[in-house]
Nanobody, 112 residues
């Protein structure tokens, strides 16, 4: 596993959370990567892509509410999630592009 997501939790509808994605080893530099999520009973879906040139692409479901940023000094990528909705409830993952092994993910639960 190269990347691990953290920072999930329970939040009320309309609230915010910030997830972090960090490399599992110090010799891994995060380049292109993606954020994913998987809700109960549903397939894993991609929510944002951070390209190697710094461009970010968001799924329609999260566009305008989620923001990807990176801290190169910390070798960490963040997913700022605002205006959360109950349908955002899922396990969130980050992974490299191309994909490597999946980490455990972090649970985000949004209550109504």
């Amino acid at each position: 596993v190269q990347l691990q997501a953290s920072g999930g939790g329970l939040v009320q509808s309309g609230g915010s959370l910030r997830l972090s994605c960090a490399a599992t080893r110090s010799n891994i530099n995060i380049g292109a990567m993606a954020w994913w999520r998987q809700a109960p009973g549903k397939r894993r879906e991609q929510v944002a892509v951070l390209a190697s040139d710094g461009n970010v692409f968001y799924s329609d479901d999260v566009k305008g509410r989620f923001t990807v940023s990176r801290d190169n000094a910390k070798n960490t990528v963040y997913l700022q999630m605002d205006s959360l909705k109950p349908e955002d409830t899922a396990v969130y993952y980050c992974n490299t592009l191309p994909y490597s092994d999946w980490g455990q993910g972090t649970q985000v639960t949004v209550s109504s």
